[in-house]
């Protein structure tokens, strides 16, 4: 039987978000806490998770494929120090303007992680910062969280304004996945 799966978006949930640019070095990545302990909420129930980031600052030539993978690597260095990892991580390197498949708000890196490790997205969810990221979940099937400033519009299925908020809304909706 597949299992679900707790998909999050990595800039403004994983790490801190840059503003309106990028984060092109490791030395401007910035782990939060709150994502550290939804990880763990999430790990405790068993479930395994995922992310799923839009990182277009590849294909502008802002930094490398190369460059991202090293950071990457480094954020599940750093996630294992404090006991947890994700399962993997997709992102989509295409500019916007190539409407891509894999690119939030479509939902194909969800449809590709559900492919390669057997998940069910129907009872699978996903947490981001933006519409974009809302709009990926509900197109693969998935409950949604969305972390931004209380009164902004969204379709998502819980509203939060920090990532500090989310592991208590994971604690308590997840059910044990063994």
Known sequence: ???PCIFFDRDGIVNESPGPGYVERWEDFHLQPGFVAALKAVSAKGYPAV???NQQGVAKGLY???GLDTIHGNMRAQLRSHGVDVLDIFQCTHLAAED???RKPKPGMLL???QKHGL???RSWMIGDSEKDVAAGAAAG???IRVCPSGEETKAEFQVESMDEVAAILEKEL???G
Do not use: F, H
Request: one cysteine or more.
């Open 100 to 102: 891509c498949a894999c």
């Open 142 to 144: 998935c409950r949604t």
């Open 112 to 114: 590709d992680a559900a």
């Open 1 to 3: 039987m597949s299992k």
């Open 51 to 53: 992310i799923v980031t």
């Open 64 to 66: 490398s494929k190369e």
């Open 120 to 122: 069910d997205l129907s």
């Open 175 to 177: 059910d044990p996945c």
